[in-house]
């Protein structure tokens, strides 16, 4: 079993700045790509960032330039700065893992967070 955490949620105002963290836990082989998503009401779920163990890193158009993904490979973590944050931001966002790397990964991850609740108000 792997357990996959987030923390970090809130509320946020616009124009402000949040970050996120996450971390893998359990019988982990292999972790190679970990990401965020998100689900906003209403709506599907989508990329918002993604990266690898080897640092290559994959953004949404709607977050690029203004938000930052890390990872801490030794303790199978990563994290979301974002920054200028707008109320379409409001979303449940997910962490979630796999052994894949991004070609394979950015079809489906294995491994998913229960997500936390992120609320940017005007």
């Known amino acids: 079993q792997v357990q996959v955490v987030e923390s970090g949620g809130g509320l946020v105002q616009a124009g402000g700045s949040l970050r996120l963290s996450c971390a893998a836990s359990?019988?982990?082989?292999?972790?190679?790509?970990m990401g965020w998503y998100r689900q906003a009401p209403g709506k599907q779920r989508e990329l918002v960032a993604a990266?690898?163990?080897?640092?290559?890193?994959n953004y949404a158009d709607s977050v690029k330039g203004r938000s930052t993904i890390s990872r801490d490979n030794a303790k199978n973590a990563v994290y979301l700065q974002m920054s200028e944050m707008k109320p379409e931001d409001t979303a449940v966002y997910y962490c979630?893992?796999?052994?894949?790397?991004?070609?394979?990964?950015?079809?489906?991850?294995?491994?998913w967070g229960k997500g936390t609740l992120v609320a940017v108000s005007s």
């Open positions: 979630a893992a796999t052994g894949e790397d991004w070609d394979l990964a950015r079809y489906g991850m294995d491994y």
């Open positions: 359990g019988s982990i082989f292999r972790i190679n790509t």
């Open positions: 990266a690898t163990t080897g640092g290559s890193t």
